[in-house]
């Protein structure tokens, strides 16, 4: 089987699928009354859960045990939940992990093989799954961020990162390529190396959050005039 290639026909195929249901959302919001919009979200809760547990069985059943501590994992418990309770600060976590974060690999894939594989689809699924959920959330006015949002993500983010830090140290695993940088190309072949890039990591995140939540800032202020 040949090897997954990046921008290839099925990588953009995924991308142009992945906008197309992002304007969809986007402008159906006003549509998605309360029984519609349950519906909704709980089914791509579910949907986003099955994806989630087909990887750890099917990971499990050729001998390797998947450790759900990659940044991406977590923006996958934070959409189901958020789906799923709609606690504001879920919704917010959702919102810029998933396009902070989760986006970006969805952009630079870390996969081996191509369409039709299974960890092609549970790649692309899981990924695209969790910025629709982002999408989702915020067209739906889930969203309600104030600067101080920004602050206390910006702290959780670093929590994690130093608690998985700590234990790529202790067990000589490269979660979230906090250790290492991916094998494959990726946006961290121009941040410096190990460990400078993640200072640089540190300052994209912080200004893609304030990006991310301008929006909202720029839209209360209309509306106050």
């Not at 998605?32 to 579910?46: E, G, N």
């Not at 670093?158 to 608690?163: C, G, L, S, T």
């Not at 941040?191 to 959050?209: A, R, T």
């Amino acid at each position: 089987m040949s090897k997954f290639q990046l921008f290839g026909t099925d990588h953009v195929a995924v991308l142009c699928i992945v906008v197309v249901v992002s304007v969809v959302i986007i402008r159906m919001r006003l549509k998605l009354i309360a029984p519609v919009d349950s519906m909704i979200r709980y089914l791509i809760a579910i949907g986003l859960f099955l994806i989630g547990a087909s990887g750890l069985i099917a990971a499990y059943r050729i001998g390797v045990i998947l450790i759900p501590l990659n940044f991406c994992d977590l923006a996958l418990f934070a959409s189901i939940l958020a789906l799923v309770t709609l606690k504001p600060w879920l919704c917010h976590l959702c919102y810029v992990w998933g396009l902070a974060g989760t986006l970006q690999a969805l952009i630079q894939p870390d996969l081996s093989k191509p369409f039709p594989d299974f960890w092609w689809f549970h790649f692309f699924l899981l990924h695209g799954g969790v910025v629709l959920s982002a999408i989702y959330l915020a067209a739906t006015q889930r969203i309600h961020p104030s600067w101080r949002t920004v602050g206390w993500l910006i702290v959780i983010t670093n929590i994690y990162v130093a608690i998985v830090i700590t234990i790529n140290w202790m067990y000589g695993t490269n979660f979230g390529y906090l250790a290492q940088k991916p094998a494959h190309p990726s946006i961290l072949d121009y941040l410096g190396e190990w460990p400078y890039y993640l200072l640089s990591m540190e300052i994209i995140g912080i200004v893609s959050m304030i990006i991310l939540f301008l929006p909202f800032s720029c839209f209360r202020k209309q509306i106050a005039r």
